[in-house]
Structure formats: structure tokens, C-alpha cells
């Protein structure tokens, strides 16, 4: 009887033990916080929706000869040099939630096929809200040289889950100035009301400031259009933020497809910086997941609560393409230089996020 009776309390006590547990993760989103191998996840909040616009990192289907897509587009293509080495990338979806714990997928908010001037590659949205229009930024067809069609487009819609369309017909930015590939776009809205956008890839990242309508670029106040602000060790990926007047100005270095891919930031008094690398904030855990990089950022209205949102490779992986998104928590010390972020399987607390 003793021994029924403590056979009993043992299994009483793993109960309790296993409910403890599972209270303590109870409000945890979990990581990566959607399924799908998704990169480069640009995160904004509209209203009291949480938003998440990343880069589709599966293999599209090889060519489509689909009537709706011009000559150009299917010759471009059929191309083996262009899409043999790459993922044609020919659509983004986006990602919604209230919680960030349940998510509402949106398929297809552009598409090639609604962008005359774009045949493959749509890479790191980015999108802001004017004027009740969003405008989504994007770049297409991984240019290598200023006498090819692609570079840095705008997509416009009157839903930030779409559908979106080209907004002006051609690329904004199709050249290659300052050594900066045209890509990896991060549209910045300053708080005297000028916005620039901040891109690049290899290793040189650019400012120009844009019109009003988006519709063309402007002129820095020494004459120049293109402004390279590139800090040391940049490789691509930049985002901008403001905090306590300080702007800070953060990217991803290391090889995309390698576990060193990661980001570190810099701060300055203006959106020109001089921005000189402070340290690295995200990187791999060997432990949890490897390659962590191409990152934006949220904070909360009203707080000072900041969340950092980026891909990662899990471990069962060694495909350069398998990327998952995933969020976890940024600090700020009291002098305002960021912590360290941990990179976590756990992710955040939904119930601090309202």
C-alpha cells in the first residue's frame, strides 16, 4: 500500500512538473514563427497588425511560359546563365499577425508577371505607409552592371497585403554607383520628413534621399544623388532606426550562405553618419541554428520594448537557400550601445507585445 502510495506522488509530482513547464513557455511564439523557408524579413507594425514581408527562399518553378509575362521576361528567363546558379524568385508573399503567434499568409502580393521590367530574383522587400497607399520596395534581376534591366523597384498597393503594382514603371535605382549592387532597399522616413532609402550590396552601402511621390531621387545638399555612408566590414542588408536621437544604422556581414553570416551596427547624430562599426549583435549559436543575418527591427508603440527579426539556418540543414524566419528580444544598455542579441528556439513573449 506504502508503495502504491508512493508510486502515486511520484507520478503526481512528474504531472506538476510537466504542467510547470508548460506554463512557463505558455505566451512564447516560437522560432522560426512561421513555416517555409523565407530570408531577409522586413518587419513593420500597421496599426495593430504586425507585419512581415520577407524573401521567398524555395525553389520557384523553371520558366514560365505563361502568356501573361512579355518576350522579355521569358527569354530572360530561359537564360541557364541567370537562373542555374540562383533561385528565380519570381513572387513575395507576406505575413500578418495580431499575436505573433497566429499567422495569416498572403500569397503572391507581387508577382513578375505584374512588373514588366522584372523577370527573376525579387529580393528584401521593404514598405512604408503614405498617404493610405503602402509602397513596397524591391529589387529584381540581381543586376552586375548599369547597362542591364533591373535594380531597385516600387510596387504600390491600397492593402499592405496587397495586390501590389509597379508604381512607376521602370526601376527607381538601376546603376551601379559607388560599387553598390542595387539591392537589399531600406525605405527611411526621417523625423523632419525627408525619406531616403538606404541599399546596397557588395560591400558599399549608399543613401539618396527620394521625392516626395517616390517617383525619382534628389539631390544631398553638395550636389551629389548618391552618397556612399558604407561602415567597416558592411557586406548588405542595412536598416535604419532612431532612439533617444541617436540613428542607428545596422547590416549583415559575412557570406549569406555561410554560419558567420551575422550584424553589427554603428551610431551617429545623422542619417549620413559617420558611422564607424561599433560590434556584432547577431550571430550564430552552433547550438541552436547557424547563419543568422538579414535583419529588421521593431518597437513596440509607447515603449521601449525592441524585437529583432531575422533569418537563420537550422542545424538539419547545409542548403544555403534553407532560411527561416525567426524573433527574438534586443536590449539597449544605459548608454544606449545594443546587447548582444540570444538567438533562441523559444522566441518572445506574446503577452508583453500588446
Known sequence: MIKQLFSGFIVLLSCLSSFSQIGSMAGKIGNPVFKGWYADPEAII??????????YSAHSEIP????VLTDWQKNERRNPKIWAPFLLQTFFNAFSSKDLVNWEKHSHILDVKNVSWAAYSLWAPSIIKKENKYYLFFGANDIKSSDQTGGIGIAVSNDPGGPFTDYLGKPLINQIANGAQPIDQFIFHDKDGQYYLIYGGWRHCNIVKIKDDFTGLLPHSDG???????PENYVEGPFMFIRKGKYYL????????GPDYSVAYA???????????????????PTIATGAGHHSVINIPNTDDWYIVYHRRPLTTK?????ETCIDRMYF?????????????EGVDSRFLK
Request: glycine residues 8%; aromatic residues 16%; hydrophobic residues 30%.
Open 267 to 285: 551610431m551617429a547624430d545623422s542619417p549620413y553618419g559617420p558611422f564607424k562599426r561599433i560590434d556584432k549583435v547577431l550571430q550564430q549559436d
Open 64 to 67: 514560365d511560359s505563361s502568356a
Open 224 to 230: 551629389s544623388v548618391f552618397k556612399e555612408i558604407t
Open 333 to 345: 544598455d544605459e548608454n544606449g550601445f545594443i546587447k548582444p542579441v540570444k538567438i533562441t528556439r
Open 250 to 257: 545596422m547590416w549583415s556581414e559575412g557570406n549569406w550562405t
Open 46 to 55: 500597421f496599426g495593430d497588425t504586425y507585419w512581415i514581408y520577407p524573401t
Open 319 to 323: 542548403d544555403g537557400n534553407h532560411r
